[in-house]
T-cell receptor, first 115, second 111 residues
């Protein structure tokens, strides 16, 4: 099973709403990632978790709050977002380390629209 | 600054024809290079991954090449199919888990 499952597939929220994106993998990967992708642009790294601990925060605004409750789950809590935060949010997972076996497997993404 | 540049930005080919996509990078120290296929609105899917010692790797009708000396890679699609229409992203990894993404080449296959 090389699947990374993201829910929901689509999300529309107002600027005062609080919502959460969810990501799940059962490949035993100990590194999990959140990316943001705008249309026709490559994914931009937001957060990296390794061994359920936040290891990289790419200066992401605090209205995005990641959480890794266990080794299989990764959440992204959203609060007071802006319309410019509308994008495809991708979750990925991989083994740890930068070697050739470290393939990042991506989920299908959550298409977020902020009104 | 680590950079990955892809060309062309987009291309249109007829079904059954071949095409080649290019990727130049300046990532250092180099660990590996991957090609991903991304369908519209979906997450990227890995096609190939190569280390500096590998010159070529195939995955079905996809063949990737790597010249670590010139820091160039190519992805060749043979006998294209309509399902090959997608964005193809070159991703280079330094010796950690941070990836440098190219902007992608959008391939449109027409019947």
């Amino acid at each position: 099973d090389t699947e990374v499952t993201q829910t929901p597939k689509h999300l529309v929220m107002g600027m005062t709403n609080k919502k959460s994106l969810k990501c799940e993998q059962h490949m035993g990967h100990r590194a999990m990632y959140w990316y943001k992708q705008k249309a026709k642009k490559p994914p931009e790294l937001m957060f990296v978790y390794s061994y359920e601990k936040l290891s990289i925060n790419e200066s992401v605004p605090s209205r995005f709050s990641p959480e890794c409750p266990n080794s299989s789950l990764l959440n992204l809590h959203l609060h007071a977002l802006q319309p410019e935060d509308s994008a495809l949010y991708l979750c990925a997972s991989s083994t740890l380390g930068g070697g050739p076996k470290n393939i990042q497997y991506f989920g299908a993404g959550t298409r977020l629209s902020v009104l | 600054k680590n950079q990955v540049e892809q060309s062309p930005q987009s291309l249109i080919i007829l079904e059954g024809k071949n095409c080649t996509l290019q990727c130049n990078y300046t990532v250092s120290p180099f660990s590996n290079l991957r090609w991903y296929k991304q369908d519209t609105g979906r997450g990227p899917v890995s096609l190939t991954i190569m280390t500096f010692s590998e010159n070529t790797k195939s995955n079905g009708r996809y063949t990737a090449t790597l010249d670590a000396d010139t820091k160039q890679s190519s992805l060749h699609i043979t006998a294209s199919q309509l399902s090959d229409s997608a964005s193809y992203i070159c991703v280079v990894s330094a010796r950690d888990y941070k990836l440098s993404f190219g902007a992608g080449t959008t391939v449109t296959v027409r019947a």
